[in-house]
């Protein structure tokens, strides 16, 4: 990874950094350099560059810093510390994390909770290796259930909440929920040149920054355009399977990430 110093900002040497400051900056960057090794790694070398403000020799803020250096944004950054936290926290739960991205699935997830997902991620999708997209949908399926879901009791038939279930009847309405999910998601999806979950972990996987963000009352589909520095915002949409339709329908005629699946490709639906 490249690390081209331009446009640096000069403080006063009195906020200059010490000899061990630089060294310990210099020794940071490198695990930034190399971060794709171990993510975990990057982010905890970022956090102390951020917290202990490493950058401010030639930087003012962060962010600047972010930008300048290592060519992301200071939000990616921040949602990278927040992964390994997720990671760390789920890996002291026997919850494996294989990516960065199944880490992403994890974060605000309680360790009670994960608990549920190790049980539910494989037996719901059958994989030996579930996908970040696997995590995620087990996720957001517990959010939903703790979020004053009534579930048909076992015993009684009779609606009672989510959490006044034990373990392994709530494991057990999460495994239906998800195995429901996958059906409805199989169905929705549609017939499109690609499929929209293949083209945003398509464009995921070329180095894109991509995101989901939404919930009850309707998603967006977001992509961070490098080259501008900007976040693409895709219109609400009532899905995210709409929102990715939603947000090719508006930037795709004038953004193309080198990577980016196009019409070429086919029909995969």
Known sequence: MTTTRHEQTTLPPADGLTPEEKARLAALEQVVGYGLRSFIEMAQALQEIQERRLYREQYVTF???????WNFSRTWAYQIMQSKEAALLALDHGVPVPTERHARALIGVSAENLEI???VVKAATGKENPTSAD????????????????IP?????????????RPEERTAAVTKAVKQGATDRKQFQGKDDTRPLDYAEQMRESGAQVGFFGGGEGWLF????????????GPWAKSIFEAVRAWRAKYEPDYQHPNTPTDQQGDRA
């Open 117 to 119: 997902v190790a049980s």
């Open 153 to 165: 009791h076992p015993a009684t038939g009779e609606p009672v909440p989510f959490k006044d279930l």
């Open 222 to 233: 977001q992509v961070f355009d490098a080259s501008k520095g900007e976040m693409l915002t």
């Open 135 to 150: 995590y995620q949908a087990v996720v957001e399926t517990v959010r939903d259930l703790n979020h004053g879901a009534h």
């Open 63 to 69: 962010e600047h810093y972010c930008m300048k250096v």
